[in-house]
């Protein structure tokens, strides 16, 4: 079954600390898509990154980074020097590579930053 | 350009009540999904449309719930006979096509029933 799990209901951290938002994910799939949204307080999703299951490479974008591990299904994302701004929640995301009829969202880390 | 838009923002409803969610995608965009967000959950999915095929509703909780799409544009989600248990954010997104990522989403209609 697919399945997307994100342990952290809820993470503060002080501005300028790093934080990881830990993802790990099931599939039956080989291959198979893997996202990151960010959900701000106004409500609306922001498409952050998507990763292919034959792309093991960690990306880095500015202050985001993702570390993609097949070997433990786990899909993180650090947030280096946090701002308030980034105060949201975030969530991972599964979909199959060939079929986007469902994804499959896990239940989402809440950041709070503080200054 | 114009992103998804759906309407109203707010519904609030007595119970056994029907109520209809509507979604404009982003124009072009082929597919279209619903989810619900409950309170202090994750996404969960609900419907997908592509183009003129058949929908997959196999995310559709109960037959309470319908949705469809009219002209390959417009999507109405429609959930009959509400119980408290429904009320969430209904989110609507959008796509080229099921190869196309990402998905584009509306921001949401919060659906309280009473």
């Known amino acids: 079954a697919q399945k997307v799990t994100q342990a952290q209901t809820e993470i503060s951290v002080v501005e300028k600390e790093d934080v990881t938002l830990d993802c790990v994910y099931e599939t039956r799939d080989t291959t198979y898509y893997l996202f990151w949204y960010k959900q701000p307080p106004s409500g609306e999703l922001v498409f952050l990154i998507r990763r292919n299951s034959f792309d093991e490479q960690n990306e880095i974008s500015g202050r985001y980074s993702w570390n993609f591990q097949k070997s433990t299904s786990s899909f993180n994302f650090t947030i280096t020097a946090s701002q308030v701004v980034d105060s949201a929640v975030y969530f991972c995301a599964l979909s199959d590579l060939y079929n986007f009829n469902k994804f499959y969202f896990g239940s989402g880390t809440k950041l709070n930053v503080k200054p | 350009g114009a992103g998804v838009s759906q309407s109203p923002s707010n519904k609030v409803t007595e119970k056994g009540k029907d109520v209809e969610l509507r979604c404009d995608p982003i124009s072009g965009h082929t597919a279209l999904y619903w989810y619900r967000q409950s309170l202090g959950q994750g996404l969960e999915f609900l419907i997908y449309?592509?183009?003129?095929?058949?929908?997959?509703k196999s995310g559709l909780p109960s037959d309470r719930f319908s949705a469809e799409r009219t002209g390959g544009s417009v999507s109405t989600l429609t959930i009959q006979r509400t119980q408290q248990e429904d009320s969430a954010v209904y989110l609507c997104?959008?796509?080229?096509?099921?190869?196309?990522?990402?998905?584009?989403f509306g921001d949401g209609t919060r659906l309280s029933i009473l």
């Open positions: 997104a959008s796509s080229y096509g099921p190869e196309e990522q990402p998905q584009h």
């Open positions: 449309f592509q183009g003129n095929s058949a929908p997959d």
